[in-house]
């Protein structure tokens, strides 16, 4: 058996192990989980990971879960370059203090804008009021600031000259939010400057390819949904706005 990438690329962090693994042309099968569907709670997943999230790994007789430590798997295995994870102490460090800082930043703040913006009206019928959608933009907004002024700087990518998982990871997180309708990018041309780059390192087509269905969740119906999931999101959303 050969290694498995269980993943919907509805998910940032499944986006980015997707584009990894192929820009690095890592041989894997992938196994889609449709999360609307619910296929992450069965029981045959289960048996992949028992957190019922996704990503997911199987090599072998081995599982995995998280993402990063996918990531990081996939790099020691498949001996990648050594820019997406650098042996220079101080630049895996730079690498390592991004990946740490952005779970409950770029990450947390860009979903909750996205299911915000693109979920909860899908889900209740109603947009969010725009006093409120206005806050979590600016709570995103505030996360970015620190992005570029701690983070980017004035170097071609996070940890210098060349890309890195951090740069990756970032990017996918990013994209969330701009496919509910938000351009974060618009009026930082800094920010869409790095972005340009990090698309070509990793290949345009590519990005593009892993961001098909994301840019087109506009089109998602709450009868895509199972209904338990539904209800479950559905509660979930309005406790948090």
């Given at each position: 058996m050969g290694l498995e990438l269980y993943l919907d690329l509805l998910s940032q962090p499944c986006r980015a192990l997707y584009i990894?693994?192929?820009?690095?042309?890592?041989?894997?099968?992938?196994k889609r989980v449709q999360l609307p569907k619910g296929q992450h709670k069965t029981e045959e997943f289960r048996k992949v990971n028992v957190l019922m999230k996704v990503p997911a790994l199987r090599d072998g007789s081995?599982?995995?879960?998280?993402?990063?430590?996918?990531?990081?798997?996939?790099?020691?295995?498949f001996k990648?370059?050594?820019?997406?994870?650098?042996?220079?102490?101080?630049?895996r460090a730079r690498v390592d203090e991004?990946?740490?800082?952005q779970h409950v930043n770029i990450r947390a703040k860009g979903s909750k804008l996205f299911l915000s913006k693109a979920l909860l009206p899908l889900i209740t019928g109603q947009p969010l009021p725009p006093e409120k959608l206005e806050f979590i933009t600016e709570d995103l907004n505030v996360a970015l600031?620190?992005?570029e002024e701690k983070f980017l700087q004035d170097k071609p990518f996070i940890a210098g000259t060349e890309i890195s998982l951090?740069?990756?990871?970032?990017?996918?997180e990013l994209m969330q939010p701009v496919c509910a309708g938000y351009d974060l990018f618009e009026e930082r041309?800094?920010?869409?400057?790095?972005?340009?780059?990090v698309e070509e390192a990793v290949g345009k087509e590519l990005f593009l390819e892993a961001h098909k269905e994301i840019m087109n969740v506009k089109n998602l119906t709450a009868d895509q949904f199972a209904p338990e999931l539904l209800e479950n999101f559905k509660q979930q959303l309005l406790k948090q706005n």
């Open positions: 990894f693994a192929r820009s690095n042309n890592i041989p894997f099968e992938f081995f599982t995995l879960a998280e993402s990063i430590a996918i990531l990081l798997y996939l790099v020691q295995k990648t370059p050594d820019h997406w994870y650098p042996s220079d102490l101080q630049k991004y990946l740490s800082w600031k620190q992005f951090a740069d990756l990871v970032a990017l996918v041309p800094k920010l869409a400057e790095w972005r340009r780059r």
